[in-house]
């Protein structure tokens, strides 16, 4: 075993490859950079990298693959563990057969899910593990970001498990896996799932619990303390968010109450979704083992295609493109002929005073800007942005489509449908 411990301040190793364990412990704002982690001979219930009470290490373009038997490929728990980072990094061609504690990247335990370890993961790609162990991204702690992932070909999911308060944001989730939320309090926000036909591993999981309260907030443990026992139980999903997702093609897009457990979800909100279903038949949100709509919020989730929506939710969907994120390209040119539907459907606007609005003062427009941000004048989606109102929308143009909206609703952006001039000339 390679050992790190009660480093400061400087990079523990660069472009090195271990077929060993390593283990890193009480480290402050260390890096680890450019390493391999190759677990093709690791033995059963070996951690490739574990990783124990450190704060503000980074962990840069790491790459984790090999493994075939128990143990986890990155553990990154510890009590004091606090503002590290794993930043573009790669899980791949992983294919451990045991069921219980084989998770390529676990963050906490469950007797830190009283725990805040604040840990981000950014840009990281998991592709070809085809596991038996159900959790892809293990979260058993508290205030974690996982942001950007690109999933695919992959057998388990990202799973808050124990903890609360944790956000996974942006990204792509490709074929038969997904999210699985237990407890309180988290988000999930902007993520794409594609193609995915499982009828158990599907896009998202709201799951029923079998406690009301996490065993050690229920037993007064302080935040930041760590339990001295662990617990296996499935607290309640309480709070949180379910916003600005699309489901593209996915046979299954929400199960909303798996497992036959007494506490139901409550307080969920199910906002700014959008569902293209054109290549199969789907559900918007299936509803099982006791678990209903009451006490969540269903509200402007739009789709395209073939969908059944229960009737005790209908009114939180529309037929529309209104949640559409960007586009990675440009689209097509629009036909000739315009076809009536709106890019964005605003909200009721009221009649304008022509005393406050200059005959002569054009109107404001705003087209719908891609994240990496295309010169003024080139088509996006149809909708332009005038040059005097340039400034006024800027500031936005860097974020995603959920932000576009918002400025819409709020009234602070006009929106029209125009017919493109130039491939209409």
């Not at 907030?217 to 499935?234: D, R, V």
């Not at 709070?239 to 600005?244: A, L």
Request: some cysteine; proline content about 6%; glycine content about 8%.
């Amino acid at each position: 075993m390679v050992t790190f411990e009660n480093k400061r301040d400087q990079i523990l190793a660069d472009g090195r490859t271990f077929s060993e364990s390593v283990s890193i412990r009480n480290c402050n704002n260390c890096q680890l950079v450019n390493c391999k982690f190759d677990g093709t001979d690791s033995k059963d219930g070996d951690k490739l990298l574990d990783v124990r009470d450190v704060k503000n290490c980074k962990f840069i373009k790491c790459e984790f693959f090999g493994k075939k038997n128990g143990g986890l490929c990155l553990n990154l728990t510890g009590a004091k563990s606090d503002g590290n980072e794993v930043t573009d990094c790669y899980w791949h061609d992983i294919a451990s057969t045991t069921a219980n504690g084989a998770e390529p990247f676990r963050i906490g335990n469950s007797n830190l899910s009283h725990c805040w370890l604040n840990t981000k993961v950014e840009n990281c790609r998991f592709e070809n593990i085809k596991t038996t162990e159900p959790e892809l991204i293990s979260i058993k702690s508290c205030g974690n970001w996982i942001l950007n992932s690109q999933i695919k070909n992959c057998t388990c999911d990202i799973t808050v498990r124990h903890g609360h308060t944790n956000t996974i944001q942006g990204g792509t989730i490709e074929g038969d896996c997904g999210i699985r939320v237990h407890g309180k309090s988290n988000k999930i926000d902007g993520v794409k799932f594609k193609n995915n036909k499982h009828s158990k591993r599907v896009p998202i999981r709201i799951c029923n619990g079998d406690t009301e309260i996490d065993p050690n907030e229920k037993a007064g443990i302080a935040l930041g303390t760590a339990n001295k026992s662990g617990h296996a139980t499935y607290t309640q999903v309480k709070g949180g968010s379910i916003i600005n997702c699309v489901f593209e093609n996915c046979l299954h897009p929400v199960k909303w109450g798996e497992r036959d457990n007494k506490f139901k979800p409550g307080g969920v909100k199910f906002v700014d979704n959008h569902y293209l279903a054109d290549k199969v038949e789907c559900t918007v949100i299936e509803f099982s083992h006791g678990a209903t709509e009451a006490g969540n919020v269903f509200q402007d989730n739009t789709y395209e295609g073939k969908v059944k929506i229960p009737s005790k939710i209908a009114d939180g969907f529309k037929k529309g493109k209104d949640n559409v994120p960007e586009p990675d390209h440009a689209p097509d040119p629009e036909p000739e002929e315009p076809t009536g539907e709106p890019i964005v459907e605003p909200p009721p606007q009221p009649e304008e005073n022509p005393a406050e609005q200059p005959a002569d003062e054009p109107p404001k427009y705003a087209r719908v800007c891609q994240v990496d941000g295309q010169e003024e004048g080139k088509k996006v989606v149809g909708v332009w942005l005038c040059p005097e109102d340039a400034e006024l929308i800027r500031p936005m143009m860097q974020q995603w489509w959920s932000g576009i909206r918002a400025a819409i609703k709020s009234g602070e952006i006009k929106p029209r449908v125009l017919i493109d001039q130039e491939d209409n000339a």
